[in-house]
């Protein structure tokens, strides 16, 4: 005990509280432009941090990792983009709060569950890391395919008011989804020899133009007079703060979305925007409020980014137990825990205990530094909204094909963001919602791998979902008949003939 | 009934008739190893068949669903000309800057893409457009420099035209 | 005022014109930072190994190296625009095996590894590794044969995806053997690596990085069937079995390699490889490719070239014999 107290008091020197919170801004930075992503940061930097020592080192590349999570809220809200996939959840309730000029509210709310979210995963890392890392790994591929049917009913509570435009939108999400290599024969599906998809659709390219560019076009419609001149709303100056009773309302919302974003986060193969999607929707549904959800909810925005900064930390779970990485961002900085000498694995927490608690209190002490960065930079966002949009829109949509290009170095996803664009503009215009779009599209690639998966295994015995057993619980089952329940209940909910 | 949605539901369901009659036998580019994997399910047309027939099946809906609604929209019809006029031109003019930025590199082609646009949109004070047009484009280069490292487009144009002239 | 805009703006046109002219003017090479790009995504060994070069090679190069993910298409994207760069010495690229050597077997993938490339220096290989649990009842390969002779079609094993590199070492064994294995394929090593890992399939593949199997083989928590090298690996003490020695004419060995575009000078391409010779004999990156679990294996000039075609010729004929026909 005392070593462990030893460790940290050793650990937090000024330095090192540079170090995480110069990573702090610089991830908050790379967060808030669409187009960087923090894989692309954090790569970038980690060579610097081969020749620090690991206690200077890796917890500035943590810091990257835990900024990013927060900056991405930020043009999510303010642009209605999000910085980051992880934050397409906070567009739907940002977003309309910041049209109604509470741009600087919704950027607090974001912070403070980001920061409380990630303090959550951050604890549970520190004290249970093992025993979830077992039990993510109970995850192969029936209970993957089960936790996808329970993403796509979530997309039930997104639909808005049409649902048969929202099953449109979930469908054609599934057809873009599938565009690209099936892992599962080899094949080349839908490229039409386009090498840029080749692969697959570039999640960040397709957000930018789902969201960012048709937000221009859309903004483009307006009469010249209302673009050049100053934004009515810019006597607010942006927004007015985040009052504490609307934090404390949100309290449940935030540590159900901190529970369900660490237990998605440790599981290696989901993503932060999986994570974030389900935590808002569960929010709605137990929410006092639902009817405010998509209208400019505070509680929305709490879940939905609680819940993506939660998986921050715990991303690291299945990183640093077994080495197998939870994300992209994941898998660099386990090169860098690596190039320290830090290898992941039992042997991490026994030998070299004090290095890894004095990096675990960097990272705990990461999150009030980022509340503060937070803080003094919000405002400065917020503000922004009131530069006339005559020269805000194009600004962005320069960010906007920068972003692209910078994705991943290439000129073709510009022109996927623009084709996008395209797509995002009529939708919008014709009423479709774009939210289940986006997560069907990120849902079908891991749900259709493995559904096959899982009938590879099973040899063809369709109720493996229902009956397979992890760990003694039928966890595939469980999460199969809680999707059907749900669905169940939001059928129930909306009576079928919906006024529009 | 809404006009909008009668003709995008059948849009849609014309469009999964030739997803599923031409795109698939077309577009899916298969490898050898169907024989590997007994079953239909585990072909790489059968999920893009299931989701398109569905899709057609909703897009019917959607049709019978206007046609059932009797009541007479009274919105104001949203392709107005002007409006939408704008944002073809905003468009376009992104499409000509992403093939300047390939020929003539980033810095050359983004003050006159963010002069163009700070125009059209109304604000004609080029005390403002100038500085605007100029600044913004070299911070963000310099930015992603420094910090990054990340090279935006150069521009083969120039690439070449350099080449001629180092010889 | 007019007159004033296009003033302002032809001077900006020709400021940047002679601003770049200046800045590369022609010294001695490299006079400028080295792109190279990586067809692999971010994060993986091959970006830990390419970052850990570029971290000391500017002290014996004089310039840094600029590691540009370009990842995406099995290795197109990256690989093609290598080919399409010029060839001046300033892009190169990190190659990996299955890029060059066996995707473009597998489909069109728009450049020819033999012609379109010049390697010109092996960072190292890691080889791949048949792995299983170790309360698996298989103690060694022979075993795991013989139970798939009585059970076809019963034990599972992972792959990194339809004809990719692991594929092929299953497809190998059971041509070789005449047993029949349940093939899944999985998204990337990783994915695949840990369905083995939690159980889910019965063996798996791995190098001596992925999931810390190094120390886990050593540690005992995973047994070690066989190896995808040309000889026993002296990581593990020389005690485990290769493909080739058991009957079974495998080998995959995951390179990184420097590659060049074609066309690209000889003079230049020597400069690059002195630097980076030098580089491995440093102590800091010999220390980091420790950490990292594997160890450098420098290796160019014509013995280089010589093992590169051959991979591809291997790949090639193992692709012709299983009767695989490229589509387009």
């Known amino acids: 005990m005392e070593q462990i107290f030893d460790a940290i008091v050793q650990a937090i020197t000024l330095q090192a509280l540079g170090m995480v919170a110069l990573g702090v801004f610089a991830g908050i930075t790379v967060g808030a432009i669409p187009g960087l992503t923090s894989v692309m940061a954090i790569a970038v930097l980690v060579p610097f941090s081969f020749f620090m020592t690991p206690i200077n080192g890796i917890p500035f590349l943590l810091g990257i990792h835990k900024g990013a999570l927060f900056g991405g809220s930020i043009p999510a809200i303010l642009i209605n983009t999000p910085g980051t996939a992880a934050a397409a959840a906070t567009t739907l309730d940002g977003y309309p709060l910041a049209q109604k000029g509470e741009a600087k509210s919704a950027i607090q709310m974001a912070l403070y569950s980001s920061t409380l979210g990630d303090t959550f995963s951050d604890i549970v890392l520190i004290l249970a890391a093992f025993p979830l890392a077992a039990v993510a790994l109970l995850f192969g591929p029936t209970e993957f395919f089960a936790l996808m049917v329970l993403g796509l009913t979530i997309i039930s509570a997104v639909t808005g008011s049409s649902v048969l435009k929202g099953l449109l939108s979930m469908l054609i999400g599934i057809l873009i989804g599938l565009v690209g290599q099936d892992i599962i024969s080899g094949s080349e599906r839908f490229t039409f020899g386009i090498a840029n998809i080749a692969d697959s659709v570039g999640i960040v390219p397709m957000l930018i133009g789902l969201f960012a560019i048709s937000e221009v076009l859309i903004q483009s419609e307006k009469k010249i007079v209302e673009l050049a001149n100053p934004p009515e709303s810019s006597h607010l100056k942006g927004g007015r703060s985040l009052k504490w009773i609307e934090l404390f309302q949100a309290k449940w919302a935030i540590l159900r979305s901190s529970c369900i974003g660490t237990a998605i986060g440790a599981i290696p193969g989901t993503g932060a925007a999986i994570a974030t999607f389900i935590s808002y929707a569960l929010a709605k549904r137990s929410s006092k409020r639902p009817e405010e959800y998509g209208k400019g909810s505070y509680e929305g925005v709490a879940a939905a980014e609680a819940s993506n900064s939660a998986v921050a930390g715990a991303d690291l779970i299945p990183t640093l137990t077994f080495g197998i990485p939870g994300s992209a961002s994941a898998a660099i900085l386990m090169g860098a825990f690596m190039a320290q000498g830090l290898r992941p694995g039992p042997e991490l927490f026994e030998e070299q205990a004090s290095t890894m608690y004095g990096i675990f209190a960097l990272l705990l002490v990461g999150n009030p530094i980022m509340l503060l960065q937070g803080k003094l930079l919000t405002g400065l966002f917020a503000r922004l909204v009131t530069i006339r949009k005559s020269v805000l829109v194009p600004i962005i949509l320069l960010l906007c094909v920068v972003g692209g290009f910078i994705y991943q170095n290439n000129i073709e996803d510009v022109k996927l963001a623009l084709f996008f664009g395209i797509c995002g503009y009529g939708l919008r215009k014709l009423k479709f919602p774009l939210a289940p779009l986006v997560i069907a599209f990120i849902l079908t690639e891991t749900a259709e791998e493995s559904m096959k998966q899982a009938l590879l295994l099973s040899d063809g015995d369709y109720f493996v979902f229902l009956t397979k057993m992890a760990g003694g619980f039928p966890v595939s089952g469980f999460l199969i008949l809680l999707s059907v329940f749900l669905l169940g209940m939001a059928i129930w909910k909306k009576p079928w003939a919906e006024a529009e | ?167 | 005022m007019y007159k004033s805009k296009v003033f302002i703006y032809l001077s900006t046109l020709v400021l940047a014109v002679l601003f770049t002219l200046v800045g590369s003017a022609d010294a001695k090479y490299p006079n400028k930072p080295i792109k190279v790009i990586l067809a692999t995504g971010a994060g993986g060994s091959h970006d830990m190994h390419c970052r850990a070069v570029a971290s000391v090679i500017h002290e014996h190069l004089g310039q840094p190296f600029l590691c540009t993910v370009r990842g995406g298409g099995g290795g197109k994207i990256g690989m093609t625009a290598l080919k399409r760069s010029k060839p001046d010495g300033y892009t190169i690229a990190l190659g990996s095996g299955s890029h060059f050597a066996i995707a473009p077997h597998a489909r069109n993938m728009g450049f020819d590894p033999k012609t379109d490339f010049i390697p010109f220096f092996q960072v190292n290989y890691a080889p791949f590794l048949l792995v299983v649990r170790s309360e698996k009842p298989w103690k060694n390969l022979q075993d795991l044969l013989d139970d798939a002779k009585k059970r076809p079609g019963k034990i599972s094993i992972s792959s990194n995806g339809a004809w990719g590199s692991s594929h092929l070492g299953i497809l190998q064994m059971m041509r070789a053997k005449n047993v029949k294995f349940k093939h899944v394929p999985f998204r990337g090593g990783g994915k695949a690596w840990q369905a083995m890992w939690g159980g889910h399939v019965d063996a798996g593949w791995a190098n001596v990085t992925t999931g810390g199997t190094l120390s886990r083989v050593k540690r005992g928590q995973l047994r070690l069937l066989a190896t995808a090298s040309e000889e026993r690996m002296k990581e593990f003490g020389k005690k485990y079995p290769t493909f080739r020695e058991l009957g079974v004419d495998y080998i995959y060995k995951s390179w990184r390699v420097f590659m060049a575009p074609k066309g690209t000078p000889n003079d230049r391409i020597e400069v690059l490889k002195t630097a980076l010779h030098k580089a491995s004999k440093s102590k800091t990156l010999k220390k980091l490719i420790k950490r990292f679990g594997e160890s450098l294996a420098p290796l160019s000039g014509p013995a280089l070239r010589k093992a590169y075609d051959s991979e591809i010729d291997f790949y090639g004929n193992l692709f012709k014999k299983m009767g695989y026909k490229k589509k387009k």
């Not at chain 2, 169907?34 to 079953?39: C, N, P, R, V």
């Not at chain 2, 059968?46 to 019917?60: A, E, H, M, R």
Request: net charge positive.
């Open chain 2, 1 to 167: 009934m809404n006009r909008k949605d009668l003709t995008v539901g059948i849009i849609f369901f014309l469009f999964s008739l030739i997803y599923f009659f031409y795109l698939i036998p077309t577009q899916i580019i298969s490898s050898f190893a169907q024989t590997e994997f007994a079953g239909r399910i585990f072909l790489p047309e059968t999920f893009p068949q299931i989701t398109i027939c569905i899709f057609g099946f909703v897009s019917l809906l959607l049709v019978a669903d206007t046609l059932r609604n009797k009541v007479e929209e009274k919105s104001t019809p949203s392709l107005n000309k002007r409006p939408f006029f704008q944002s073809v031109i905003v468009f376009l003019a992104s499409m000509v800057y992403v093939y300047l930025l390939e020929w003539l590199g980033f810095h050359l082609s983004s003050p006159f893409f963010l002069a163009f646009l700070i125009f059209f949109y109304g604000t004609r004070n080029w005390r403002i457009i100038v500085p605007v047009a100029l600044l913004v484009p070299i911070s963000i280069e310099r930015f992603f420099w420094i910090s990054f490292k990340v090279m935006l487009p150069e521009g083969e144009l120039i690439n070449q035209l350099l080449g001629y002239i180092k010889g």
